[in-house]
């Protein structure tokens, strides 16, 4: 009887001793070779390095697998030649730019990305060089499975879904405690879901079930998010991938100085493309080495008996083909090129019966113990008769066949499905498709679908930058006329004060074909924002799910958001993370309008968090949770708000996200007053620079003051100028603020030059011009260059500025960002603001009250949340607003080390809590002993 294991798709494969044929080792589609290494090598399945002086060890000469002789039997790692024929349900990659990821492995040629172009998905640690692309393994994460046929969601099993090497360098597995990870070679695995690591040889001994790991409490869960597939829902693949494919492809082949460059086709439509490998062989290899390399090179492990190599030469716009003959040397390729190219190559099939094959049938969603079968069809036989006999063969033979359709799916650079008509025979399309493309065809399958089974097809696309205020009527004419008769739509959520729509399609290549339309168009000259959004069921929710909405500002903080999101993005469903620079944080908050409770991570700096909550202000109306808890991870330059919450002062490139997370969902709740503020300049309305703050900015209308909503600080005189310098500096060159110490930097030299300069005198007798009155109460001010009204302990980039100590008088209270107090400060300069910024001293203290009035008898810089302008003189207005938001601020207590450490291990249900104990560490689990118990337990079951 075969032994079996679990492969790292999830797949059944075989174990058998390695079976010795043509002087090749097989297993698990391997082929290896004895070999002798001339510098340090590490086996690929225990990471031990391999010693001795010769034949070290074995190689696969397909995908270049390292093992010891001792290792060969335990090998479980698929050969890249037969990973995509294990995929049961193929998920298509989300592929970044290309880009160079040092000290990382490509999972496809198992070899260094160095300095290579690669390629890196968005959404789980999948690399490949640019010229590895092509034979990529469609296993993704299945991040949005939402089945509307599954009611329950307690009783879905949920299995780990394992990525080989890559892992982090802290990484420990979790069966014997040791390191894990490895920066000499691509080995061990690490579950996208959960995060928990293990050797190639440990993981038998875990539970394939998976909880989602700590975070699953803040985690969207991909079966209760419905995302239809569409070209345009996952970010595609940018040309310069192609492009960067044929620079790296001899680097990646490794082709010699002094052997023969050859260039490989898989087609004639591959031909025409000129999509081509390189390989590099001796220059006295006969034909049928070069076949192997040949093989080798588009990661075919087939008998090389099937396959033949014909030379192409071009004469003119004529094309010929000459097969080359057995013995034939490569010497002898190429002579007719007279421009010196390299010798092009067909790889071709030996087509000796093309009547007759077999084909693989996968039974999709039907529920059948086998993976596929496989049928034998001719030229002749149709898509009926083929549906006919798979029904047969899965054993539902009395199922109609009139219910199923047979999908075509093609996994080029993706995943392409099309319903085959009935009258369609597969075979004759296979053998052309053979001819056009080895690895396309072989890339090709088809599933059994049933007809009526209730399918998700909904797709929702967000459409904003449109004109504000207008009716839901008007809005629905826009759209009719832009799209005219190309696809039928409903107008979902309509969000008039920011110009935004929602659209409803309930066919797929309607919504696509509408996207095309909206991009392109424009109204009123302004180009339309659209893209796809996921949707949530909150019914499928679990009862104790609060899931975690993350926005990221990636322009805050020297463009560190760049890299954040993609780290984010690995840790949650990337379905629960949104770039501020697509639409802002309308996108994000639509998705989860209707959900009763979540929270909200916002990656930036104080703006971007003032941003968010007008939003959410504008919103709260047509959400279920208008209020949810806001987390901080900040981004900006003062990042003041953050600091009051305890969350750090500065996001810093390397830092780890998972602790952040982690942290969140131990956070407390805490109210934040807001403020409104109001203008009332020489009683009529001025414009004023600054929009971006406002939630209720009346700018067109001469019966209404100019209103802001402030969360921060208030200031007038000293440190708006200053704060207006700097920020004048920066919209004159916005490319060289892209560092926070540069900016800093920058802030330092504006007040150095306004303490050594005349400028500063500007604000000198700033008191003689200014009346405030708190409360009623009117202030009699000491001689001041400025005054700052503080709703948070925090001002200038950590500076207390207010003080914590009592000086004994009773007169003032403790500071708090949720007492209905704001406390008055007063600067006398420009020294004093460094003596603060450097906690050498605090302000001048002058006041706490809740209603503040202020008369400006001439035009000041002011500044509302660090956004600075010059205001005309007139009245200022500060009130608290109604507008309260929830904020998280993270706990100082430590989470205790408990006796007995929780494992995945003992799950027995998906919906238990499996929290590690020890705060950012993922990976901590039950002791070895524990681990062979339940070995023991699943054996008997």
């Known amino acids: 009887m075969a032994t079996t294991a679990t492969s790292l798709f999830g797949t059944q494969v075989d174990l058998n001793p390695t079976a010795e044929k043509d002087g090749y080792e097989v297993g698990h589609g391997h082929i290896f070779m004895k070999k002798t290494f001339h510098k340090p090598t590490y086996c690929h399945h225990c990471t031990d390095m391999l010693w001795g002086l010769i034949g070290q060890g074995f190689i696969c000469e397909v995908c270049n697998f390292v093992s010891h002789e ?59 060089h640019a010229a590895c692309q092509d034979f990529a393994v469609s296993d ?18 949920v299995f780990h879904h394992w990525r080989e090497g890559n892992l982090p360098a802290n990484a420990k597995c979790l069966v014997c405690k040791k390191t894990s990870a490895s920066t000499e070679c691509i080995a061990s695995k690490r579950c996208e879901w959960c995060g928990v690591t293990s050797h190639t040889g440990c993981y038998r001994s875990i539970s394939p079930e998976c909880n989602y790991g700590p975070l699953r409490e803040i985690l969207t869960l991909p079966n209760t998010v419905s995302m239809p597939k569409t070209n345009y829902s996952v970010k595609s693949v940018s040309k310069s991938a192609d492009e960067a494919a044929v620079e790296e492809e001899e680097s990646v082949n490794e082709p010699g100085s002094d052997g023969t460059v050859i260039r490989l086709f898989d087609g004639n439509l591959s031909f025409k493309r000129r999509v081509s490998r390189t390989i590099s062989v001796p220059k006295d290899a006969t034909t049928h080495q070069i076949l192997e390399a040949a093989l080798k090179a588009y990661q075919i492990s087939e008998d090389p008996r099937y396959y033949y190599l014909a030379e192409i030469t071009e004469a003119g716009s004529h094309l010929h083909e000459r097969r080359l003959k057995e013995g ?16 092009s ?53 009395d199922e109609d066949p009139k219910e199923y359709n047979l999908v075509e799916v093609v996994l080029d650079k993706g995943v392409q499905d099309r319903v ?3 009258e369609e025979c597969p075979w004759p399309q296979l053998v052309e498709a053979r001819r056009n493309s080895l690895r396309k065809m072989k890339q090709t399958r088809y599933y059994l679908r049933k007809i009526k089974e209730r399918r998700h097809d909904r797709s929702e696309m967000y459409v904003g930058n449109l004109p504000i205020n207008l009716s839901d009527h008007r809005y629905k004419q826009i759209f009719q006329k832009t799209l005219a008769d190309v696809a039928q739509f409903t107008l979902g959520a309509v969000y008039a004060q920011n110009g935004a729509c929602v659209l409803v399609f309930e066919d797929v290549d309607e919504a696509e074909s509408s996207y095309h339309i909206l991009k392109e168009a424009t109204v009123d000259d302004k180009s339309l924002i659209v893209l796809f959004v996921p949707e949530i069921h909150p019914e499928r929710l679990d009862e104790d799910s609060c899931p975690l909405l993350v926005f990221v500002n990636v322009k805050s903080g020297g463009c560190q958001g760049v890299e954040l999101i993609q780290n984010v993005k690995k840790l949650v469903n990337p379905h ?86 982690r942290a969140i969902v131990d956070a407390e709740e805490i109210k934040l007053d807001r403020w409104t503020v109001i203008f009332e300049p020489d009683g009529k309305l001025v414009e004023c620079d600054n929009k971006s703050n406002s939630s209720t900015s009346s700018s067109g209308n001469d019966d209404m003051p100019n209103m802001f909503v402030m969360n921060n600080y208030f200031g007038i005189g000293i440190d708006a100028d200053v704060c207006l310098a700097f920020h004048l500096k920066r919209e004159e060159n916005p490319e060289k603020f892209q560092s926070r110490i540069y900016n800093k930097g920058v802030y330092f030299k504006v007040g150095v030059r306004k303490m050594m300069q005349r400028e500063r005198r500007s604000c000198k007798d700033l008191y003689k011009d200014l009346r405030v009155e708190v409360d009623g109460q009117r202030l009699e001010l000491p001689p001041l260059e400025g005054i700052i009204l503080l709703n948070i302990g925090s001002w200038g980039s950590g500076a207390d500025i207010w003080g914590q100590d009592d000086d004994g008088s009773g007169r003032w209270k403790k500071s708090s960002p949720s007492d209905g107090n704001l406390e008055v400060v007063g600067l006398t300069g420009i ?18 009250g809740s209603h503040i009035r202020i008369w400006m008898n001439s035009d000041m810089p002011v500044q509302v949340d660090g956004e600075p302008w010059m205001q005309l003189a007139g009245q200022v207005v500060i009130t ?38 020890i705060d950012g560490d993922p990976r901590k689990t039950e002791p070895p002993r524990l681990l062979a118990v339940r070995s023991e337990e699943l054996n008997k079951v």
């Open 70 to 128: 001792r290792c060969l039997e335990n090998v479980i790692s698929p050969c890249s030649s037969i990973a995509s024929n294990l995929i049961k349900d193929p998920v298509a990659h989300t592929w970044g730019e290309p880009d160079r990821f040092k000290k990382k492995f490509c999972n496809v040629c198992r070899r260094s990305l160095g300095d290579c172009l690669a390629l890196r998905c968005e959404v789980c640690e999948y690399y490949a």
């Open 140 to 157: 993704c994460l299945k991040i949005a499975c939402y089945d509307p046929n599954k009611k329950e969601t307690s009783s879905q099993v």
């Open 328 to 343: 034939e040397h490569s010497s002898n390729l190429g002579k007719n090129n007279r421009d010196g190219r390299p010798p």
């Open 345 to 397: 190559l067909f790889l071709r099939y030996e087509e000796k019966d093309l009547k007759r094959g077999t084909i693989r049938v996968y039974p999709g969603t039907l529920r059948v113990p086998v993976a596929y079968k496989s049928i034998s069809i001719n030229n002749f036989i149709s898509v009926e008769e083929v549906i006919e006999m798979a029904l047969h063969k899965f054993g539902l033979e």
């Open 420 to 422: 085959m008509d009935r």
């Open 576 to 661: 629960q993370v949104f770039d501020l620079d697509q639409g802002g944080p309308l996108p994000g908050l639509h998705v989860f309008s209707q959900l009763k409770k979540y929270r909200l991570l916002i990656c930036g700096g104080d703006g971007t968090v003032g941003w968010v909550l007008s939003v959410l202000d504008d919103m709260s109306q047509e959400s279920v949770c208008s209020r949810p808890p806001i987390a901080i991870l900040p981004l900006g330059t003062g990042n003041d708000l953050a600091r009051t919450l305890k969350w750090g002062g500065g996001y810093e490139y390397g830092d780890d996200i998972y602790p952040i997370l």
């Open 831 to 848: 020294v004093h603001m460094g003596q603060i910024q450097s906690g050498l001293r605090t302000g001048v203290r002058l006041a706490q």
């Open 880 to 917: 608290r607003s109604a507008l309260q938001a929830t904020m998280l601020k993270k706990s100082k207590l430590k989470i205790k080390r408990r006796n007995t450490e929780p494992t995945i291990l003992n799950a027995t249900s998906p919906t238990e809590d499996r929290r590690s104990p």
